[in-house]
T-cell receptor, first 115, second 113 residues
Framework: DTGVSQDPRHKITKRGQNVTFRCDPISEHNRLYWYRQTLGQGPEFLTYFQNEAQLEKSRLLSDRFSAERPKGSFSTLEIQRTEQGDSAMYLC?????????????FGPGTRLTVL | AQSVTQLDSQVPVFEEAPVELRCNYSSSVSVYLFWYVQYPNQGLQLLLKYLSGSTLVKSINGFEAEFNKSQTSFHLRKPSVHISDTAEYFCAVRPQGAQKLVFGQGTRLTINP
């Protein structure tokens, strides 16, 4: 198992364009999380899935953001009509969800730059 | 709601010197506590965690952190740092019964030879 992977690692886009990021969790991890990290700040929670169900969404996740995990395996995060304020590192994490020992393993992130 | 404050954004120290990275949190419910480390150009890795039991927890590479409930703190310490400890360190809490992690702003640890 190679850990959590994210694709692409870097994305540069123009304001107003749509972008989609993919996250592949550690196999058999039933929980998947998305976080956003802006420069000089810690990661901020966006949303999480248990299997294919999206169980929690942060207020940070505006209507332009949508996340899916259709088959309970990989997940996509789409941002529509990107704005310069969306520039950040988007982190994905997964966990096996077993009780208190629910360690989240993070991927390397996708760095988004909106011009 | 929860919040985490890391009191120092940058901490420069000399190699083999001791270091303490401070973390305070605020929460209306009980929380689990974590320290994550992010080495240059790498993803976040769990360094150590406090879930219950002994308030002093240790990592395999010499770091330790102590949970102080009365002061709502979880400071990270190492008695002697190495160049390889250069990284950004994030303190985080997870409310009991919840799944999301709430992170502090991070502390950049720079080791000078």
């Amino acid at each position: 198992d190679t850990g959590v992977s994210q694709d692409p690692r870097h994305k540069i886009t123009k304001r107003g364009q749509n972008v989609t990021f993919r996250c592949d969790p550690i196999s058999e991890h039933n929980r998947l999380y998305w976080y956003r990290q802006t420069l000089g700040q810690g990661p901020e929670f966006l949303t999480y899935f248990q299997n294919e169900a999206q169980l929690e969404k942060s207020r940070l996740l505006s209507d332009r953001f949508s996340a899916e995990r259709p088959k309970g395996s990989f997940s996509t995060l789409e941002i529509q009509r990107t704005e310069q304020g969306d520039s950040a590192m988007y982190l994905c994490a997964s966990s096996s969800g077993t009780g208190v020992h629910n360690e989240q393993f993070f991927g390397p992130g996708t760095r988004l730059t909106v011009l | 709601a929860q919040s985490v404050t890391q009191l120092d954004s940058q901490v420069p120290v000399f190699e083999e010197a001791p270091v303490e990275l401070r973390c305070n949190y605020s929460s209306s419910v009980s929380v689990y506590l974590f320290w994550y480390v992010q080495y240059p150009n790498q993803g976040l890795q769990l360094l150590l965690k406090y879930l219950s039991g002994s308030t002093l927890v240790k990592s395999i590479n010499g770091f330790e952190a102590e949970f102080n409930k009365s002061q709502t703190s979880f400071h990270l310490r190492k008695p002697s740092v190495h160049i390889s400890d250069t990284a950004e360190y994030f303190c985080a809490v997870r409310p009991q019964g919840a799944q999301k992690l709430v992170f502090g702003q991070g502390t950049r640890l720079t080791i000078n030879p």
